[in-house]
């Protein structure tokens, strides 16, 4: 009897040290305060009352870095806020090197951000936002590195400016658009004017095609009913007019 009292008492014991990992989950044992071994997924077995056990979840997690106020190169300030996803590729470092990653790697990732932005002007954290998040990227990936975490991608979501500086903004922009429109008919007047030039030049040359320019420019003037047409009538066929009226009236 007393066999088989011990004998349930040892099973238990060994059963109650079966553990169970999910496939997106890591174990890190430690046998008396010292790492052991890094255990999962699947069914995995730790010595009872000996080994302890501390789990990571290794997938990748998304982290929302709250609006920061901050002020860029230029003494701009302006409100920047981010989403950072990162995974741990190293469960053992984790656990063992940071105390509380979740919250290390948030901390890092707002100073990066601060930091980074006043590095930057206020055009360029407009322009550049994709080269600015593989900048930021690279930087606390460096850093949480030796904590066994990759970081995988950086976005910053919402850029929030001062209303005084959209309205500048939107005069700069205005000023602008007016500017190119200025110089688009600067450069269709002077094109015309060659057109012009070259056109007075054939005509010159060439009487007839100058009043055939002229007879066309009356027809298309007299499409409008509503349009009074005064035809000018050249110099030559007056004198010729002229001349044969004088003709008529002496004989």
Not at 67 to 82: F, R
Not at 93 to 114: C, E, G, H, M, P
């Amino acid at each position: 009897m007393t066999l088989l009292i011990i004998s349930l008492l040892v099973l238990v014991i060994l059963l109650s040290g079966l553990r169970i990992a999910q496939e997106y989950e890591r174990s890190i044992v430690f046998r008396l305060g010292r790492f052991q071994s890094v255990k999962g997924p699947g069914l995995y077995w730790i010595i009872p009352l000996i080994e302890t056990q501390q789990r990571v979840d290794i997938r990748t997690k998304t982290v929302d870095l709250e609006q920061q106020e901050t002020i860029t190169k230029d003494s701009v300030t302006i409100k920047v806020n981010a989403v950072l996803w990162f995974k741990i590729t190293n469960p053992e470092n984790a656990i063992i090197q940071v105390a509380d990653y979740n919250k290390a790697v948030y901390q890092f990732s707002v100073t990066a951000l601060r930091n980074i932005i006043g590095q930057h002007t206020l055009d360029e954290v407009l322009r550049e936002r994709e080269q600015i998040n593989g900048t930021l990227q690279k930087i606390v990936d460096s850093a949480t590195e030796p904590w066994g975490i990759k970081i995988e991608m950086v976005e910053m979501k919402d850029v929030e400016i001062p209303e005084a500086m959209q309205r500048a903004m939107a005069r700069e922009a205005e000023a602008i658009r007016e500017k190119r429109a200025r110089i688009v008919k600067a450069e269709a007047e002077l094109e015309a004017s060659i057109k012009l030039t070259q056109g007075a030049k054939v005509m010159e040359g060439s009487p007839i095609a100058l009043e055939l320019r002229r007879m066309q420019m009356l027809s298309e003037i007299g499409i409008d009913n509503n349009t009074t047409t005064i035809v000018l009538v050249p110099s030559d066929f007056t004198n010729a007019a002229k001349s044969f009226t004088e003709l008529v009236s002496k004989k």
